[in-house]
């Protein structure tokens, strides 16, 4: 015997499962592939841990939202974005990447520091690094050092900013650039990491971006962010890898 399908049997449901509405698609976050702890910690290039990780999954709660992570290349950064492939990335500014975008306020502290060996010659001001390697990172813009040092900056690239640590312990480089916060994590985790932070040039606080083509809002993004600042999560986020 024929059955009529269940949604028609009861006049309080108006339509069937096919025709309801869609769930919210999930809010898609860039994971930067040269970033390390305490910003981001990677599984087989899965993001798995850190701060762009807990704030992500905080920021798609408080919209009410699903939260998926792709991982990028650094250089592939403001591509991605602007392409739409993902729809925001955290722990950027606006000279870092390429291309047009919405920007959330300022939420990140940090600043860029000179890293250097023990037995290395300290480092009062940057233009001390004239001629001398100094570790950097593929695709990380440093405008200051480049402003000071112009065509002395001798820039010795890894792919990755632990590679970049990794240069430094095994002598290849005896300064390098680096967030102050990712120093101090560092240090304080792997206890035979020898280094000094001779000179802070540069404080900042970064912000998010969000691409023109973003599947969420922005006016919905950039509300949550701001109640998630004024609410103090982000705050407890950080203080979590202090």
């Known amino acids: 015997m024929f059955k009529r399908p ?16 869609a769930a919210a698609p999930d809010l898609v976050m860039i994971a930067p592939l040269n970033q390390v702890m305490p910003l981001a910690q990677f599984r087989d290039d899965k993001l798995s841990g850190g701060i762009l990780k807990d704030l992500g999954d905080l920021l798609a709660r408080r919209l009410g939202r699903g939260i998926a992570y792709l991982s990028v290349a650094g250089e592939q950064v403001g591509a991605t974005l602007d392409a739409g492939t993902a ?68 820039r010795s690239e890894s792919r990755t900013m632990e590679e970049n640590l990794r240069k430094l312990m095994a002598g290849a480089v005896r300064h390098t650039v680096i967030g102050q916060a990712t120093l101090a994590y560092q240090m304080r985790v792997h206890k035979d990491l020898k280094l000094r932070q001779d000179l802070v040039f540069a404080s900042f606080k970064a912000q998010c971006a969000f691409s023109k083509k973003a599947g969420v809002p922005f006016e919905e993004i950039d509300q949550a962010i701001n109640g998630l600042i004024e609410d103090g999560s982000v705050e407890a986020i950080l203080a979590r890898y202090r």
Request: aromatic content about 10%; proline content about 10%; glycine content about 8%.
């Open 6 to 21: 269940a949604c028609l049997l009861a006049l309080t449901v108006p339509l069937c499962l096919p025709f309801a509405a």
């Open 87 to 154: 729809d925001g990335i955290c722990y950027v500014r606006p000279f870092w990447i390429d291309g047009h975008f919405d920007w959330s306020r300022p939420l990140l502290p940090d600043a860029e520091v000179i890293a250097s060996q023990q037995g290395a010659p300290r480092v009062r001001s940057l233009a001390d690094l004239r001629d001398r390697p100094v570790g950097t990172v593929a695709g990380y813009r440093y405008p200051r050092v480049e402003q000071v040092l112009g065509l002395r900056f001798q």
